[in-house]
């Protein structure tokens, strides 16, 4: 095993599985949280790749072991780490920052240092582990450092980088003490990829404002002491889901039959209103709770005629800012069951668990009306998701118009969620569309969802990378 290299790898913070020890000790794999894990996983079943990425517990890393078709390569994360890397400066400085500062970002140096080291631990691994000529994929904003370290090592590598959350305007990248070091870092990478044009531009402009350089179209041409001049593409490649997949999952019969049973258990409601997020202060959840309570207190909306059940999968519980919102959330779910719910039937129904998909895919059946209305969020696959379950063009898509997605599914409810009025305007226009226009909107959206899947994203930017689309990725021995 020692020797085999491997011809395509993905480096991401996580692995698509976290190691989870029960009570009696037993080590089990659970699939991680997050939109990268559920875009990346098909992608890479089908290549035979090595995933290269943190188990989710401080400590040792676990030996490398293949699951499902894929070659999984833990990386160790010590507690202090975890704490100054994952927590610190990828949690607490970069994911506001890059998400328009929707909460205050802390800059730390500790943090940095942390962040630093252990990139470079990601990129040695990827270094040992590629074969000559690889292909090595980096994700997201964890590892922004990895590909110009990775080339330093490894030269004859094709590097490529593809951040899922937000690039952020110029004014606002320019507030980070070490942009000078992330923007060196990211270019590194033969192919720097986006979710939006705009994020595209945003990096290219910031090459010229911070480095000089002289961006034109989507390249800029960079000099590093490995080579005289080398290009560097940036370009936007929307990210999306293995809609084929989703499809035949909505289409079991068990499926369709839990989700009937869900709507029986809510009390059967005229209208369902679904929210399924990580609980994370971006996705605007306690907006969205305030726009259903002020409906019901507008008398525009009743209950038991109308109930939300909002799922809110744990997240980065050790953050500051994701204590918070918890509380709030929580107190806002507390508050609107108090003041509009019944005996045997609240007005929210708050689910703060994960689940398995063929639940949430029972969840995406049942709901009449999904709203998706984060403050930013780089694409948000569970509209996708949403829509691609909906096989007979029923349902509506509330959606926000600062989810990346938004600038896809230009047939759904779009909203300004920072707008109070709006949203709960939405949510109205939502719930009284008449059933031919919502068809409507939902057989365009599901074409699209359908036409541009994961599959597609992943063709895309490896063909902006260079690699040919026959090109045998999977694993090789030397
Ligand atoms: P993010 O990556 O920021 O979490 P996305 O909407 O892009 O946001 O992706 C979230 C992914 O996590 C989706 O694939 C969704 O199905 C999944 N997910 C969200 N909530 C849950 C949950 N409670 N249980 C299981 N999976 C969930
Ligand atoms: C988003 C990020 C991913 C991250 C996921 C879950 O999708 O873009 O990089 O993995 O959230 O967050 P977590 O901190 O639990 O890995």
């Given at each position: 095993?020692?020797?085999?290299?491997?011809?395509?790898?993905?480096?991401?913070?996580?692995?698509?599985?976290?190691?989870?020890?029960?009570?009696?000790?037993n080590?089990?794999?659970?699939?991680?949280?997050?939109?990268?894990v559920?875009?990346l996983?098909?992608v890479?079943?089908?290549e035979?790749g090595?995933?290269?990425?943190?188990?989710?517990?401080?400590?040792?890393?676990?030996?490398?072991?293949?699951?499902?078709?894929?070659?999984?390569?833990?990386?160790?994360?010590?507690?202090?780490?975890v704490?100054?890397?994952?927590?610190?400066?990828?949690?607490?400085?970069?994911?506001?920052?890059?998400?328009d500062?929707?909460?205050?970002?802390?800059?730390?140096?500790?943090?940095?240092a942390?962040?630093?080291?252990?990139?470079?631990?990601?990129?040695?691994?990827?270094?040992?582990e590629?074969?000559?000529?690889?292909?090595?994929?980096?994700?997201?904003?964890?590892?922004?450092?990895?590909?110009?370290?990775?080339?330093?090592m490894?030269?004859?590598?094709?590097?490529?980088?593809?951040?899922?959350?937000?690039?952020p305007?110029?004014?606002?990248?320019?507030?980070?003490?070490?942009?000078?070091?992330?923007?060196?870092g990211?270019?590194?990478?033969?192919?720097?990829?986006?979710?939006?044009?705009?994020?595209?531009?945003?990096?290219?402009r910031?090459?010229?404002?911070?480095l000089?350089?002289?961006?034109?179209?989507?390249?800029?041409?960079?000099?590093?002491?490995?080579?005289?001049?080398?290009?560097?593409?940036?370009?936007?490649?929307?990210?999306?889901?293995?809609t084929?997949?989703?499809?035949?999952?909505?289409?079991?019969?068990?499926?369709?039959?839990?989700?009937?049973?869900?709507?029986?258990?809510?009390?059967?409601?005229?209208?369902?209103?679904?929210?399924?997020?990580?609980?994370?202060?971006?996705?605007?959840?306690?907006?969205?709770?305030k726009?259903?309570?002020?409906?019901?207190?507008?008398?525009?909306?009743?209950?038991?005629?109308?109930?939300?059940?909002?799922?809110?999968?744990?997240?980065?519980?050790?953050?500051?800012?994701?204590?918070?919102?918890r509380?709030?959330?929580?107190?806002?779910?507390?508050?609107?069951?108090?003041?509009?719910?019944?005996?045997?039937?609240?007005?929210?129904?708050?689910?703060?668990?994960?689940y398995?998909?063929?639940?949430l895919?029972?969840?995406?059946?049942?709901?009449?009306?999904?709203?998706?209305?984060?403050?930013?969020?780089?694409?948000?696959?569970?509209?996708?998701?949403?829509?691609?379950?909906?096989?007979?063009?029923?349902?509506?898509?509330?959606?926000?118009?600062?989810?990346?997605?938004?600038?896809?599914?230009h047939?759904?409810?779009?909203?300004?969620?920072?707008?109070?009025?709006?949203?709960?305007?939405?949510?109205?226009?939502?719930?009284?569309?008449?059933?031919?226009?919502?068809?409507?909107?939902?057989?365009?959206?599901?074409?699209?969802?359908?036409?541009?899947?994961?599959?597609?994203?992943?063709?895309?930017?490896?063909?902006a990378?260079?690699?040919?689309?026959?090109?045998?990725?999977?694993?090789?021995?030397?």
């Amino acid at each position: 095993m020692s020797n085999q290299k491997a011809s395509f790898l993905v480096v991401a913070n996580r692995l698509p599985v976290d190691s989870v020890t029960d009570a009696d000790g037993n080590r089990h794999w659970r699939r991680s949280p997050g939109g990268l894990v559920t875009a990346l996983h098909p992608v890479l079943q089908a290549e035979k790749g090595t995933w290269v990425g943190w188990a989710g517990n401080a400590g040792p890393a676990p030996e490398a072991f293949d699951l499902e078709g894929v070659r999984l390569h833990p990386v160790s994360i010590s507690q202090a780490e975890v704490q100054r890397y994952y927590e610190g400066f990828s949690n607490a400085s970069l994911w506001p920052l890059y998400h328009d500062a929707v909460e205050t970002r802390t800059f730390r140096r500790s943090w940095w240092a942390a962040y630093e080291e252990v990139n470079q631990r990601f990129a040695t691994i990827a270094a040992e582990e590629a074969a000559q000529n690889a292909v090595v994929w980096v994700q997201d904003y964890q590892l922004q450092l990895v590909p110009a370290m990775l080339r330093q090592m490894r030269p004859d590598l094709r590097i490529g980088f593809f951040l899922h959350i937000p690039f952020p305007p110029v004014e606002l990248f320019m507030q980070m003490p070490q942009r000078v070091q992330i923007l060196k870092g990211l270019l590194g990478a033969d192919l720097v990829g986006f979710q939006r044009p705009f994020a595209a531009q945003n990096f290219l402009r910031l090459t010229k404002h911070l480095l000089g350089l002289q961006p034109r179209g989507h390249y800029v041409a960079v000099d590093d002491d490995l080579a005289d001049e080398r290009l560097v593409r940036a370009e936007s490649f929307p990210i999306s889901i293995d809609t084929a997949t989703n499809e035949s999952i909505a289409a079991e019969p068990e499926v369709i039959k839990r989700a009937e049973e869900i709507r029986n258990e809510l009390g059967d409601p005229r209208t369902i209103i679904l929210g399924v997020d990580r609980l994370d202060y971006t996705k605007g959840i306690e907006l969205r709770l305030k726009a259903f309570r002020e409906l019901l207190e507008d008398g525009e909306l009743s209950v038991p005629d109308t109930v939300m059940v909002q799922v809110a999968t744990p997240s980065r519980e050790r953050v500051e800012h994701y204590m918070k919102l918890r509380n709030k959330v929580e107190l806002e779910v507390g508050r609107i069951n108090g003041d509009f719910g019944q005996v045997g039937g609240p007005a929210v129904h708050y689910l703060h668990q994960s689940y398995d998909r063929r639940e949430l895919t029972a969840l995406y059946r049942a709901a009449d009306i999904m709203a998706v209305t984060p403050m930013r969020d780089g694409m948000n696959l569970v509209a996708k998701e949403y829509v691609s379950s909906r096989l007979d063009n029923t349902g509506a898509l509330l959606l926000s118009e600062f989810a990346g997605a938004a600038g896809e599914l230009h047939q759904a409810y779009q909203v300004n969620p920072h707008d109070m009025a709006a949203l709960k305007q939405g949510f109205l226009e939502a719930m009284h569309a008449s059933d031919t226009d919502k068809i409507k909107r939902m057989r365009a959206m599901r074409r699209h969802v359908r036409k541009h899947d994961v599959q597609r994203w992943a063709r895309r930017f490896l063909s902006a990378l260079g690699v040919p689309e026959q090109q045998a990725l999977s694993r090789q021995c030397l």
